[in-house]
């Protein structure tokens, strides 16, 4: 088994809809019973990020999100899946159901 | 070449893809199967032409590459410890569809609609082909160390992703197929209509390895009406080739082209498919379509018998599958042919394909027919600019210079 990042992405600080809500929530239930669900989350919106630099003395802090794009990543799954063609399914299910892109990406196995 | 040559590279062609699909299940990784099956060909080249060729040289070349893959991986786990990593393979999955062939597993492994085009044109001629990382790189007119670092890219993304080596969900099959089969017409397509300035206008080689490849994943799928229906396409378009482009090295359109050159063979086995997939009475999908409409092409003696009617008919049928602009202006291409090219003029202004170099040809010979001269000039211009093949461009231009009024000039 592998697992997989599926981040969901947007290009505004829209909060999901009470019926994408509905919709995630039916998707994530499917995938716990499925025994496919690791982790899941939605994030707070860019402008509220704090990019942290500690390599070196004093860490220093800086307000905003690190790259200023037109996207961002807004919420994330964390799937467990045998191979890609499994979790290309979940991603295309995630995505449909948060009514958003999602970029699936595989952790180091 | 002597004749231990000979064989060597006929097995080539004939086993490759074999050794490389039986390696890639058993050990589960392309970078070992792919260097093990070349080192296996290299070992033969060595020793075939000294000891002779084996009895059966598909089992030899497998065999050999698979205990040099062994070595290679206790090697490995020598030197790493690793034992379970260079053994993971095992976990690869089980096939999922209804057919059984590591070739085909491979083939839908290529194609996988998680690698980008290009990268899945470049691996399936690596991998499935056999060709070698210069050959592709030429045929595609990019530097050697790029190809080789997107297939090596494509490789590390096909183990970190997880891309199965199998083949697709049943569900998946349909669309996969057809990702499949697009993989091997675009091969065809820059065979046969080369795109790069100074390469030959028709690329044999090219248009002979789609049409190979073809027919493997014929044999694998035997049952499936579009995978013949390519075939038949690529083949009615093959026979063609030699009367395609003229002594001095210009496009000959299909109405002007020496149909005694016609390669017959390969017209009477495109029409065998053609004709079968009509007896299965099921509905064609596109390559059908598009094959029996080459069929109809080919079936005329004299480009004067051509059963145009037959032709927009099929076209019709295409445009109800695929109304894109591009099918559009084929069609309307054909019904020049039929009602006139005042006809198919109204159709083809509008197309919104101001890109394309084959809309402002098409424009530009029925804007000739109408005695619009400075009209027709002015789109082949458009054509002459946009067009990347050679024969193709000096076509259009002797054709644009042949246009009554201006006295000829070059580019």
Known sequence: MAQYLMSVLDDQARLASAEEMAAIDVFNEQLQADGQWVFAGGLASPGSATVVDGRDGDPVFTDGPYVESKEHVIGFWIIEAPHLDVALRLAAGGSKSCNRRVELRPFLG | ?411
């Open chain 2, 1 to 411: 070449m002597t004749d231990v040559d000979e064989v060597i590279s006929r097995i080539h062609r004939e086993e490759w893809a074999r050794v490389v699909a039986t390696l890639a299940r058993r050990f589960g990784d392309l970078d070992i199967a792919e260097d093990m099956a070349a080192e296996a060909f290299a070992t033969a080249v060595e020793r075939w032409p000294v000891e002779g060729v084996p009895p059966s040289p598909g089992a030899w070349l497998t065999t050999t590459a698979h205990r040099r893959a062994i070595d290679r991986l206790r090697r490995e786990v020598r030197r790493e410890e690793k034992h379970k990593e260079a053994l993971m393979l095992s976990d690869t999955p089980e096939p999922l569809g209804a057919i059984d062939d590591d070739r085909l597993r491979l083939v839908f492994t290529c194609c996988h609609p998680a690698l980008a085009m290009e990268v899945r044109i470049a691996l399936t001629l690596r991998l499935v082909g056999g060709l070698t990382v210069p050959e592709i790189a030429r045929a595609f007119l990019v530097q050697e160390t790029a190809m080789g670092r997107r297939i090596t890219r494509a490789k590390a993304k096909i183990k970190a992703a997880r891309i199965p080596f199998g083949v697709p969900f049943r569900e998946d099959l349909p669309a996969r197929l057809t990702g499949v089969l697009a993989v091997l017409y675009l091969i065809f397509n820059e065979g046969y209509l080369a795109s790069g300035p100074g390469t030959e206008a028709v690329r044999g080689d090219l248009t002979a390895e789609a049409i190979r490849l073809t027919r493997l994943v014929r044999v694998l799928m035997p049952a499936d009406g579009e995978v013949a229906g390519l075939l038949a396409l690529m083949l009615l378009t093959e026979a063609r080739r030699a009367a395609r482009v003229s002594a001095s090295g210009e496009l000959v359109t299909l109405v002007e082209q020496d149909r005694g050159a016609w390669d017959r063979e390969l017209i009477a086995e495109g029409h065998a498919l053609v004709r079968a997939r009509l007896a299965s009475g099921r509905a064609p999908g596109r390559y059908q379509i598009l094959a029996a409409i080459n069929a109809v092409h080919t079936d005329a003696r004299d480009a004067r018998d051509t059963d145009w009617s037959q032709v927009v008919a099929l076209y019709d049928q295409l445009v109800s599958l695929d109304p894109s602009p591009i099918v559009r202006l084929n069609r309307a291409i054909a019904v020049a042919e039929l009602d006139g090219p005042e006809v198919a003029l109204a159709e083809v202004d509008g197309l919104p394909l101001e890109g394309y170099h084959a809309f402002h040809a098409a424009r530009a010979a029925l804007l000739r027919r109408l005695g619009r001269s400075e009209e027709s000039r002015a789109a082949y211009d458009r054509a002459i600019g946009l067009a990347g093949n050679t024969a193709e461009t000096a076509y259009l231009i002797r054709r644009r210079d042949q246009l009554a009024g201006r006295a000829p000039h070059s580019p």
